[in-house]
C-alpha cells in the first residue's frame, strides 16, 4: 500500500516546501509519498457551501479500495507510537492507499470526516494548512523508522 496525500490549495511558503521537500526524500526509502493538490473552491458568502464542494473533490479522489485519514482538529490524538501503529495498520491491513487529507481553509466538510476510516488531529491547536503538511511529513518519516528500527525516532 502506498501514502498519499490530498491538500485542498496550495500555499505559497518556501521553507514548508523546503521541509516537506527534504521529508518526502527520506519517505522514498519507505516507499515514498504522493501529494495531489486539489483546487480550493470559491468563497461566495457560504462557508458550508465551500466545505461541501471541497468534500466532494476530496472523496471524488479517494479510490474504493483506499483507507482516508481525515486530518481534523476534532479528530483522536495519537501519540507517536500510536500513530506509528495507526500507520502500520493502514499500509498493511489496506487494499488500496492510506490517503491523509488536509482540508481548505474553512476545513473539512461533515461528509470527509464521516467517510474517513480515521479523523487524526496533528495538534490540539489548529496549524495553518502549510504548517499542517510540514509536520504530517515529519510525522510520517518519524513513525515509519519506528515501525522500521531505525533510529530517527529517539
Keep these: 500500500m502506498k501514502l498519499r496525500l490530498l491538500t485542498v490549495g496550495k500555499g505559497s511558503t518556501p521553507w514548508a516546501d523546503t521541509a516537506v521537500d527534504d521529508y518526502g526524500k527520506r519517505l522514498r526509502r519507505f516507499g515514498g509519498?504522493?501529494?495531489?493538490?486539489?483546487?480550493?473552491?470559491?468563497?461566495?458568502?457560504?462557508?458550508?457551501?465551500?466545505?461541501?464542494?471541497?468534500?466532494?473533490?476530496?472523496?471524488?479522489?479517494?479510490g474504493p479500495r483506499d483507507r482516508l485519514v481525515c486530518l481534523d482538529e476534532r479528530g483522536e490524538a495519537p501519540d507517536t507510537d500510536a500513530f506509528a501503529e495507526l500507520l502500520r495498520e493502514g499500509l498493511e491491513e489496506g487494499g488500496g492507499?492510506?490517503?491523509?487529507?488536509?482540508?481548505?481553509?474553512?476545513?473539512?466538510?461533515?461528509?470527509?470526516r464521516a467517510q474517513a476510516w480515521r479523523v487524526v488531529r496533528l495538534s490540539a491547536l489548529v496549524l495553518n494548512h502549510q504548517i499542517a503538511r510540514v509536520v504530517l511529513y515529519e510525522q510520517l518519516y518519524r513513525a515509519m523508522t519506528l515501525l522500521r528500527g531505525g533510529s530517527y525516532h529517539h
Design 97 to 112: 492507499a492510506l490517503v491523509f487529507a488536509i482540508g481548505g481553509p474553512y476545513g473539512h466538510g461533515p461528509a470527509v
Design 33 to 62: 509519498i504522493e501529494e495531489r493538490t486539489l483546487k480550493p473552491e470559491p468563497f461566495r458568502g457560504d462557508v458550508e457551501a465551500v466545505r461541501a464542494a471541497e468534500a466532494d473533490r476530496i472523496l471524488g479522489a479517494i
